[in-house]
């Protein structure tokens, strides 16, 4: 498949794996909970019952972040390899998706939400980027902290390789002209962020292939 050719025996792993299993869990959780309390009618609450937001909010990322692999799939340069929801060790946390590519290492981010995407920068204070009105410029200190921990991992796994971090917002509504930057890092959508992976040729196939192999051991699955 493009964007994982001579990938053979290396596990790039599974989009959305352990967003899936969370929205499992605790919808297995909640079921549990239901049949408990209520031993007689317990199936027949939870076929009237719709599936709480805290619930969907997990399936909904899952999806997004799937939705994004494929793109990266059908659309990145045939050296490239994506490696797709690994584990921060020591952590419960994990990265969506490492891309090695020639140009360089691409963090990313994915978030599926809906609404108008911007930048608010008032004459006092910092700039807040907002997503359908909410401040979402946490999601910038996320992508910052996986950004610095795959640079600190590339300083000694492959020294010299650029490294890069973009949040993928999927369905939000971006500028149909320019992109969105804040803090060096471009909001895009996922075609645009393929396009963007695919300029530059800092790396030979060789290069990007010894560097996708050592990120996949210095992050693993999750």
Same mark, same amino acid.
């Given at each position: ?140 200190? !996320?992508? #910052?902290?996986?950004?610095?921990? *795959?640079?600190?991992? /590339?300083? %000694? @796994? &492959?020294?010299?390789? $650029? ?36 300029? !530059?040729? #800092?790396?030979?196939?060789?290069? *990007?292939?010894?560097? /996708?192999? %050592? @990120? &996949?051991?210095?992050? $693993?699955?999750?």
């Amino acid at each position: 498949m493009t964007g994982e050719q001579g990938s053979t025996d290396l596990d790039t792993g599974t989009a959305g794996a352990s967003a899936r299993r969370e929205h499992e869990r605790r919808r297995a959780r909640r079921e549990r909970g239901v049949r408990d309390r209520h031993p007689h009618i317990g199936g027949a609450l939870l076929a009237l019952a719709a599936e709480p937001g805290h619930e969907t909010a997990w399936a909904r990322g899952a999806r997004g972040e799937e939705h994004v692999a494929e793109v990266l799939g059908s659309r990145l340069r045939p050296e490239a390899i994506a490696l797709h929801d690994r584990r921060i060790p020591g952590t419960r946390a994990n990265i969506d998706h490492v891309v090695v590519a020639p140009s360089g290492i691409w963090v990313i981010d994915t978030k599926r939400y809906t609404g108008r995407v911007a930048v608010q920068a008032p004459l006092l204070g910092a700039a807040k980027l907002t997503i359908a009105g909410r401040d979402r410029t946490k999601l910038l200190d !996320g992508l #910052a902290k996986q950004v610095s921990l *795959v640079t600190d991992a /590339a300083a %000694a @796994l &492959a020294p010299g390789v $650029p490294v890069h971090g973009a949040l993928c917002v999927v369905d939000a509504d971006l500028p149909l002209l320019g992109t969105i930057t804040m803090r060096g890092f471009p909001l895009l959508h996922p075609r645009p962020l393929a396009k963007r992976i695919n300029r !530059g040729d #800092a790396l030979d196939a060789e290069r *990007v292939r010894r560097t /996708a192999v %050592a @990120l &996949a051991e210095r992050f $693993p699955i999750a």
